[in-house]
């Protein structure tokens, strides 16, 4: 039996084939304005026998491809707890959603957290900072691993914090120290969700932006526990929802 | 919106309502009516009564109210759980609930208040602004109390347009606290007596808190067939006769939902429900949601879970407790008035243990599957004792979910979110 797993996100529309639970095939394209559309071309490829769809696009999807549809956090728990079978937790840093979800002992999904209202410490936020640093996302992340303190950012909200880099900027503080201090000021908060789900590790860190080094070292370095980050952190929430599909009976490995 | 389509307009031009914002309410309320009520499908039969009620919300009722006044009645306008309607009734007058559960005119009240109000408060204030409630419009006589502190400010910015009267509620359930209760409603009697002109006797207390007593019996019936399993009654629709009984006529109300009970008694029986056997089961506690806020209601039972309970001022601490009837003195009367009323759960005391106690109980007796704590935004004392909630519920064995919101409808997608993650892990 083959599965789709669609997670249509704001960012991004991820799509995984899974066949008797193998990945078989993925794929990850931009949203654009019309994310239904862009899933439509997956889903016209024909090569499955059902599909699962996640995101904030899920019941759109439903409605238009059929199938069932789970929420992220399901899907990511599934998809997390598959690729690595001890993982105790999940964190997920998207485009503009931070989920923390804390795994029992099955890979059942006992609490989480979501930060669902404002692009605060998300891919989103650290895009705006980096083109107010006059950084590529990559150089930002390079320039914070680099420096050896952050300067104390204040506000979490992308517009304030975007006026303080600013103003820091224009009153000649390193650059490379701004941008320090931003990853830290995410890794402090997104630390502070994983201690109230009680996340204990190994904890799996997906999402766009597990992708960033200097991200990754910072939780490390906070998190009481082990951190892996899947190679493809990008597609774990399609992979999660294919591997959720009520009709398969596949053995769940990859 | 009824068969007759009468003109209610008459009414609503001598309340002095502002006629354009007024039918845009209304017609904003039957949407949402429609949407969240009129899809559901297995009602009980008896929620046509309730149905009729919705689309003559500012209607027949309205109409009544202005028929008894011209005959010489007083009508009383209410906030809040702690203000007895026993007494108000005993002396011949009429109570209405004046809480509001929508937004409107916020900019009108923002001039007033600040913009951190709860939703509830704004509301009611944006209503009374926007002359757009017949209910206030109604009253001549709104009773408010000092429960917390934006209700009691905004008494007073209430007082500058409308004929307000404040009872003062303790914050503690001490002896010496029950002693001045007792002398708050002593002060309401007299206060009452002197707007409708009639004098409250034993007589007139005791049917009246037996006619209370009633409505909430019969509210204590429906709630009752709620612990099975399949649920013969959704949420919403439980909710819905709450949020009713604080404004429909007192003896044509309880009739009607002893019928309804009736009527889910037998459902049960049958083993027929709303949703299927094995639907997930969820208690929601926290602030009152006011008509016509089905807001969380609606997203919990789209997501194809049954609400079960409601641990709130729109829900059990409505009806759970009865005044005893065993007094035949009108002091004594009036003191059983007053330890019934002290005795409900809301978080304006200190400490509120009952109410945690409550939320347990109820959790246990309706078999839930999980708990959501419901907090209105910018209401400090809810939102604060989530904590002990959360933790308590936790303890006892129940998953919860914590949700903050107002009565906006830009967060639904995400609720809903969060609520179905919250039923998948159940
Ligand atoms: S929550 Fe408290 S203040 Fe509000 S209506 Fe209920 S009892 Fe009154
Ligand atoms: S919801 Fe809270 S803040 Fe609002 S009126 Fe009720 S007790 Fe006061």
């Keep these: ?254 | 919106m009824s068969d007759q389509a009468v003109d209610y307009h008459p009414v609503w031009t001598e309340l002095g309502l502002d006629l354009a914002a007024h039918d845009a309410l209304l017609r904003a309320v039957g949407e949402l009516f429609g949407d969240a009520y009129l899809t559901q499908q297995n009602r009980p039969q008896g929620m046509d009564y309730l149905n009729f009620v919705m689309s003559e919300v500012h209607g027949l009722r309205i109409k009544e109210l202005d028929d008894y006044r011209k005959s010489g009645g007083t009508v009383f306008g209410t906030f809040c759980l702690y203000v007895p309607e026993e007494i108000i009734r005993a002396a011949g007058g009429w109570c209405v609930g004046l809480c509001a559960g929508a937004e409107f005119a916020y900019d009108q009240v923002e001039q007033i208040m600040p913009r951190n109000t709860c939703a509830l408060i704004k509301s009611f204030m944006g209503f009374k602004l926007a002359k757009v409630c017949p209910y206030i419009e109604s009253a001549d006589l709104v009773i408010g109390e000092t429960t917390c502190d934006g209700k009691k400010k905004a008494y007073e910015l209430l007082g500058d347009i409308h004929n307000v009267y404040v009872m003062e509620l303790p914050q503690m359930k001490r002896e010496q606290d029950l002693a001045m209760w007792r002398g708050e409603i002593r002060a309401l009697m007299a206060k009452v007596e002197e707007v409708t002109g009639n004098t409250i006797t034993a007589e007139s207390l005791k049917a009246s808190i037996k006619e209370v007593n009633d409505k909430r019996r019969a509210l204590q019936r429906i709630a009752a067939t709620r612990a099975a399993d399949p649920a013969p009654i959704s949420g919403k629709d439980a909710l819905l006769a709450t949020q009713v009984a604080f404004y429909d006529d007192v003896p044509r109300f309880t009739q009607m939902m002893n019928a309804l009970a009736d009527e889910l008694e037998a459902r049960v029986a049958a083993g027929e429900g709303v949703a299927p056997k094995g639907a997930k089961r969820v208690l929601v506690t926290g602030t009152p949601m006011a008509l016509p806020n089905w807001k969380l209601h609606d997203i919990i039972e789209k997501a194809g879970a049954v609400v079960v309970g409601e641990e709130m001022c729109t829900g059990s601490r409505y009806y759970q407790d009865l005044v005893s009837e065993d007094a035949s003195t009108l002091d004594a009367m009036v003191d059983d008035i007053a330890e019934k009323y002290l005795d409900i759960n809301c978080a304006c005391f200190t400490p509120n243990q009952g109410r945690l106690d409550d939320v347990v109980r109820m959790a246990k007796e309706l078999g839930a599957d999980g708990v959501i704590d419901y907090s209105l935004q910018f209401c400090g004392l809810y939102e604060m004792e989530s904590n002990a909630v959360e933790k308590t519920v936790r303890d006892a064995g129940f998953p919860v979910l914590k949700i903050t919101t107002d009565y906006s409808m830009e967060d639904v997608g995400q609720l809903a979110t969060r609520v179905e993650a919250f039923l998948e892990i159940l």
């Design chain 1, 1 to 254: 039996m083959r599965v789709l797993g669609l997670d249509i996100g704001s960012r991004s529309v991820d799509a995984v084939w899974l066949q008797d639970g193998r990945i078989v095939d993925w794929e990850v394209a931009d949203s654009g304005f019309d994310p239904g559309s862009v899933a439509a071309v997956f889903v016209d490829r024909g090569a499955h026998d059902a599909i699962v769809s996640t995101g904030y696009g899920r019941h759109g999807a439903r409605e238009r491809f059929g199938g069932t549809a789970v929420t992220e956090i399901t899907a990511y728990g599934a998809g997390a707890s598959v690729l690595f079978p001890d993982a105790a937790s999940v964190l997920d840093i998207g485009g503009q959603d931070t989920k923390v979800i804390s795994l029992g002992p099955s890979g059942k999904v006992i609490d989480f957290e979501m930060n669902d209202k404002c692009a605060a410490g998300t891919g989103k936020f650290l895009e705006v900072m980096a083109r107010a640093l006059g950084f590529t996302l990559g150089e930002m992340a390079t320039a914070a691993m680099i420096a050896a303190s952050g300067v104390a950012i204040s506000s979490m909200c992308t517009v304030f914090a975007e006026s303080e880099v600013t103003g820091l900027v224009h009153k000649g503080e390193d650059r490379a120290r701004i941008a320090r201090g931003l990853h830290e000021s995410i890794a402090k908060r997104t630390l502070g969700s994983l201690k109230r789900v009680s996340a204990r590790g190994p904890l799996v860190f997906a999402g766009g932006v597990a992708k960033n080094p200097a991200m990754v070292a910072l939780i490390a370095e906070g998190f009481a526990g082990e951190v892996l980050v899947p190679v493809e952190a990008q597609i774990v929430g399609a992979f999660g929802a294919a591997l959720s599909c009520p009709q398969d009976p596949a053995p769940r490995m990859t």
